[in-house]
């Protein structure tokens, strides 16, 4: 079965999908590894890693395409990958869903911020008109090759037009056909629960954690028993990340060693391990003479 009909089939079970952010074929592997059944392709944490910025629309699509690529080489479960506002126009955003759903991407999210889009819980965000991002949805939706690659529509109204104004877009993007819906930066519990009670029994919906951001955090479990369907950490895996990478470079600079921060990280054969080394030099040797 492939990856694509698998997520497909896996939302339509009452439990909900925790899937991990992650930004590169390392994580992603490492998070397989974990035991989850799907990752979520932050474009924000590519751009964060990949260029070292903010999430401010300075990635491009063939930046995400890339990385997406490598991932889905590497491991074996469904990708949920940020396609931001499709990287442009209608047509900009058929070209986006036909490279993504060649890099392997399992369900491809669009959002309806203007261009440049910025991370949903920052402030000073814009949305487009509703017909502009009805005519985007249906674009996407015409651009599959396989209609198990899912399309996910998120709303950025929360910020600008109000909840009632939120609700409102994710019922017209519905009405186009797409696959499960992202209310970002909702508020507060009353508010997740609004969008809980008009959607969660016609469609999966995603709850976005954003640590520090607009939205309460919660579990899988608590985001589970409101109605979600999806739960992402999107930028976790980056914050921690760098926050470990901020400790082990302070020790290196004042120790010039690496023997204080050894406990603290895996050595050379333990990182061989766990990038399955072994049994790649194995699968050379058969093709040996």
Known sequence: MSQKATLAQRLQQPQPLLAPGVY????????????????????????YTRLGRSDIGL???????????HITDRVNIPVIVDADTGFGNALNTQRTVRDFERAGAAMIQIEDQTFPKRCGHLDGKGVVPVAEMQGKLRAALDARHNQNTLILARTDAVAVEGLDAALERAERYL???????????????????????????????????????KTPVQSAAELGERGFKIVIFPGGTARAVLHTLQGYYASLHNHQTTRPWQEKMLDFDGLNAVIETPALLALGQRYEA
């Not at 990635?59 to 690529?69: D, K, N, P």
């Open 24 to 47: 590169d074929a390392l994580t992603a592997l490492v998070a397989q590894q974990a035991g989850f059944e799907a990752l979520y392709l932050s474009g924000a944490s590519i751009a």
């Open 59 to 69: 990635t491009t699509a063939t930046e995400v395409a890339q990385t997406l690529a």
């Open 175 to 213: 009405e186009c056909g797409v696959d499960a819906l992202f209310i970002e930066a909702l508020r507060s519990d009353e508010q997740m629960n609004r969008a809980c009670a008009q959607f969660a029994n016609r469609v999966p919906l995603l709850a976005n954690m954003v640590e520090g951001g």
